[in-house]
């Protein structure tokens, strides 16, 4: 699969999409994106619904008007956030089969987030990719957990393709017009539960499935369900690898079988001043263990270094011993230039896996 067709255009494939879960990827706005290389972003529905809200954002025109963006904008259902909530507080969440009920602050009001919400918070935002309402879990979670978990992700994703069919049509058909709709995958560390998930999900019908749960092992690389997922889906259907962004967690899921990323780590890194370099510019360099070095600008040793960030991406670009001071100074442009960097190394990379085949 080259490319993935949307309402919007082709998308091609591979690609990565940086997360801009508040209609934004700090710093930056659609033109720097743009000059970056970057094709598509990732939104997050319920972070979105709460401020500005939904509805506001389609007043104004949808996401793409509202961001002033025409790439391709995918929407997280925001469950994630939802199950984080109550994970991390009883008093901030729970879940039921109705859905997710969550407050953003130990005193705030309640809110409840249905399959259906979510679907229609989506809609609202305009968005050119959908995902489903899942439910995930953690890895260590019971094995009861585990199964609950998996039976509300397909009752969910049920309710949510009836809620998209009666608003935008069935997913499936043609694209049009409409949005594309995701289910994701759960099961925790079960691949019984992982297969009885994706069987179920594929017999339902989407335009496109997601890997649900934790896909990082303690070792930091991937866990072996990622793969073992990719290898459950239908072999045409395209694949995303929720929260996988790491460069070498990112290709070894390529080769497994996925075409979309998004991920937080790249430019939440750079504001943590820590860049990612080429390392080696070879052509198979993607098949090397190592094909990137960090860069960490604000070690004293870059303050008179002229070199350029990435000699390999841009060699007139600014310098080292520049971008050193702009961060000792605090100043905003640090961040915003250390942002477009990384976002640069990571379409560079997309690049050559699109010229790459991933089999190793």
Known sequence: MKTLQTRRGALRLPAFLPDGTRAVVRGLDGDDLTACGI????VNALHLSTNPGTSTVEAVGGIHRFMGWDGIVASDSGGFQAWSLAHANAK???????????????????????????????IE?????VFCLDQCTHPDDSADVQAASVARTLAWAKRCRQEFAARVGEPGG????RPLLFAVVQGGKDPDLRKRCADQLAEMGFDGFGFGGWPV???GGLTDMVAHVAELLPTEAPKHALGIGKPDNLVAA???GYQLFDCAIATRDARRRRLYVTSDTDANLLNKSYFYSFLYVEDEEHARDDRPLDPAIDAGGPSRAYLHHL???????AERLATKQNLRFYAAMIERMRQTSPAP
């Open 39 to 42: 094709d598509a972003i990732m």
């Open 92 to 122: 901030l969440g729970s879940v039921t089969d109705k859905g997710f009920v969550y407050r953003h602050e130990k005193k705030g009001a309640k809110n409840l987030l249905t399959p259906e919400k979510c679907i229609r918070h989506q």
């Open 125 to 129: 935002l305009g968005t050119d990719i």
């Open 174 to 177: 043609p694209v049009e017009g």
């Open 217 to 219: 092992a303690e070792d």
């Open 254 to 256: 390529w080769r497994a």
């Open 327 to 333: 961060f000792k100074i605090k100043d905003s442009a």
